[in-house]
């Protein structure tokens, strides 16, 4: 009899607990149609979408993680993640414990900017990881006033080709108007019009 009346007492603290958290009146209400209005409908299934929303976009090359903004550490991260860092785990560490500290100080800035705007935010990282230069994209979003969820996207390899294809193009734009220089150099000994590459008249009278 006491365990039930025990159980009972919890269920109800968790109850107000998960209460509290939802009557944020600062949080933007639910747009009918969005995934917030459907989850407040569907609260039995507010975790497994998250978990499978989570597991749809890791195939895609994106890794999420959660992080405690009381204490700057980990609490959830995609596996993926820690490959993406190039360490053992990144639950349980904050980002001077995996990061150079002029990095983080960049990261927290943004955080901070997420938190008070309360809508998704995008920027580019670019880090240093095992001496190796990395570029990410990073997306935003706070879960209430305590915790922030991010979804990285690494770009090291797009930005490399983007570079590439840059240059390629610089170097072709470069020959053609060496080859256009040629040509009219050619023409102006030749007696021809530069424009319309006929004969000038000078030609005929001689």
């Known amino acids: 009899r006491y365990h039930s009346r025990?159980?009972?007492?919890?269920?109800?603290?968790?109850?107000?607990?998960?209460?509290?958290?939802t009557d944020d009146q600062t949080a933007p209400q639910p747009i009918h149609g969005g995934l917030a209005h459907w989850q407040a409908g569907h609260t039995e299934l507010g975790g497994e979408a998250l978990v499978g929303l989570v597991s749809l976009i890791e195939p895609l090359g994106s890794q999420a993680a959660i992080k405690a903004m009381s204490t700057g550490r980990y609490v959830f991260a995609s596996a993926g993640l820690a490959?993406?860092?190039?360490?053992?785990a990144v639950v349980g560490h904050t980002d001077a414990e995996l990061l150079k500290t002029d990095e983080t100080t960049a990261l927290r800035r943004v955080e901070q900017t997420v938190m008070a705007q309360r809508h998704p935010v995008v920027s580019e990282h670019k880090l240093e990881i095992n001496n190796r230069r990395r570029e990410f994209s990073v997306t935003r979003l706070a879960?209430?006033?305590?915790?922030?969820?991010?979804?990285?996207?690494?770009?090291?390899?797009?930005?490399?080709?983007?570079?590439?294809?840059?240059?390629?193009?610089?170097?072709?734009?470069?020959?053609?108007s060496s080859i256009e220089q040629?040509?009219?150099?050619?023409?102006?000994?030749?007696?021809?019009?530069?424009?319309?590459?006929?004969?000038m008249r000078a030609q005929f009278d001689d």
Request: hydrophobic content about 30%.
């Open 182 to 199: 040629i040509r009219r150099e050619l023409q102006q000994g030749s007696g021809r019009d530069d424009v319309s590459g006929l004969y």
């Open 6 to 21: 025990f159980c009972a007492a919890n269920a109800r603290s968790d109850k107000n607990d998960f209460k509290d958290m």
């Open 83 to 88: 490959q993406m860092f190039e360490r053992e």
């Open 143 to 176: 879960l209430g006033a305590d915790f922030l969820l991010s979804v990285w996207h690494e770009r090291t390899e797009e930005r490399h080709r983007e570079s590439h294809l840059q240059r390629a193009l610089a170097q072709i734009e470069q020959q053609q």
